[in-house]
């Protein structure tokens, strides 16, 4: 045998291996942000997650996490490793689902996860236009926040995304991005206040100023928090922080009682019955999200997939959003 047919060595290190597994894992803690997030969703213990990454740095020969507390820091090599580690995994994905199109007899499933507001405004009209062609497909469906829908799409528990594309970090540029439709934030007030016409805090009642001064807010990141005080500290400098929730409904019932107000998309005001329904919703100068559907590559000229993305892309174009009053002046950017 020639020095060229040699077999290369297999890269092992204290008797272990790279495997898919471990892949997955430390996927999951590069973007868990903490070991009790990854474990929770891998369904692990904590103390067993430790020991799988130090198995893995010991097979690698080299440190991938600073430590800091409970928060898991990629070092350089880590950094090496999760592009790496991101390409193999959707190679894996798409070899297994590729093959899978081979295998007589059996039901294809779309396994979809998304926000609340698509998979009950959007999602029910393209199932149901789908059905038309495709009647033995079955869905899977999951409500879950955009980071969740990322691991889900990684983890082969689901093969369709709909999230903020906003929300999708770098990790998620190796999935195709279907654009779908944009949906305006406003600002969401109890239905007694109404702002029309009024420029400053002096024209409004001692009751309707003190309910615009206190918000809801939502938990969806540091990035989206910190924009959120932003536009609060230019447009109403007095607003305070009365209540943070993790679901618009929850937000939405407690605007409706008086608590205080929330900036929220206008989809997300429709889920639950008409818009107007105890509140008014005014147009405000806030990034819009764009929602796209996240999918792996694979799935742009393969059925049923293919023939369900346009169908979603068409019944997004047909949404109806919400009536919106005009910004008053109170709420433009100065």
């Known amino acids: 045998m020639s020095n060229a047919e040699l077999p290369r060595k ?66 350089e090599a880590g950094h090496f ?46 199932i149901a236009r789908t059905q038309e062609m495709f009647p033995d497909v079955e869905y899977d469906i999951h409500d879950a926040a955009p980071p969740d829908v990322l691991e889900m799409l990684y983890g082969r528990r689901a093969n369709i995304g709909l999230i903020n594309a906003g929300a999708v970090a770098s990790a998620g540029t190796g999935f195709m991005q279907i ?44 990035a989206h928090s910190q924009h959120v005080q932003e536009w609060y500290s230019e447009l109403l400098p007095e607003n305070r922080q009365v209540a943070s929730t993790r679901g618009y409904g929850d937000a939405l019932a407690l605007v409706r009682a008086g608590v205080g107000v929330c900036l929220a998309p206008a989809l997300a005001c429709v889920m639950d019955g008409p818009a107007e329904g105890g509140f008014r919703l005014y147009r405000v100068s806030f990034p819009p999200r764009k929602i796209v559907a996240l999918v792996p590559t694979q799935y742009q000229h393969t059925q049923p997939y293919a023939s369900f993305l346009q169908i979603l892309q068409d019944v997004s174009r047909e949404i109806e959003l919400p009536a919106l009053r005009d910004t008053p002046p109170i709420l433009a950017k100065r």
């Open 10 to 75: 297999s890269g092992k290190r204290n008797g272990g291996e790279i495997t898919l597994q471990r892949m997955r894992i430390f996927w999951a803690v590069a973007h868990g942000e903490t070991l009790t997030k990854a474990a929770k969703q891998l369904g692990l213990t904590q103390p067993t997650l430790s020991q799988q990454i130090a198995n893995l740095e010991a097979i690698v020969g080299t440190p991938l996490f600073e430590r800091r507390s409970n928060q898991m820091i990629l070092t």
């Open 81 to 126: 490793l999760l592009r790496k580690a991101e390409a193999v995994l959707r190679n894996m994905q798409e070899l297994e689902d590729g093959l899978a199109e081979f295998s007589a007899g059996l039901r294809v499933t779309l396994r979809i996860a998304g926000l609340s507001s698509m998979l009950r405004l959007v999602l029910p009209r393209a």
């Open 179 to 222: 654009p779908l439709l944009e949906d305006p934030y406003v600002l969401v007030v109890p239905g007694n206040v109404q702002l029309e016409g009024i420029a400053s805090s002096d024209g409004l009642s001692r009751g309707v100023r003190d309910v615009l001064n206190r918000s809801i807010r939502f938990s969806f990141g540091t």
